[in-house]
Nanobody
């Protein structure tokens, strides 16, 4: 089992930056996981934002995030980050990290159903 805890959310103005963190409880298992970030705004479905492979060498982004957000992982800190720049009001949502243990060569998926472990989320609010 892996417990995931997100942090770093907050209230910012449009154009600002935030860095979200996803910390995991089980270092060994988390190192074998692909990790994704998703977000959910009120009355909307949870949507894919970004994902990173187990090795860290394979990343993917939603069109809305590409060029503004960067996903990375620090294996020493057992943490995955989502650096969010040039934030917009439409980025307002609860952001969740998710993980799934994989073999080394698997590229992570963008579907919520593919992920096994989920955090409780962190609120990001961007004012105009």
């Amino acid at each position: 089992q892996v417990q995931l805890v997100e942090s770093g959310g907050g209230l910012v103005q449009a154009g600002a930056s935030l860095r979200l963190s996803c910390a995991a409880s089980n270092r060994y298992l988390f190192s074998r996981c692909a990790v994704g970030w998703f977000r959910q705004a009120p009355v909307q479905e949870r949507e894919f934002v970004a994902t990173i492979s187990r090795s860290g060498g394979d990343t993917a982004y939603a069109d809305s995030a590409r060029g503004r957000f960067t996903i990375s992982r620090d294996k020493d800190k057992n943490t995955v980050f989502l650096q969010m720049n040039s934030l917009r009001p439409e980025d307002t949502a609860v952001y969740y990290c998710a993980a799934r243990d994989t073999i080394l060569t698997v590229s992570p998926d963008k579907q919520t159903s593919w992920y096994k472990y989920w955090g409780q989320g962190t609120q990001v609010t961007v004012s105009s």
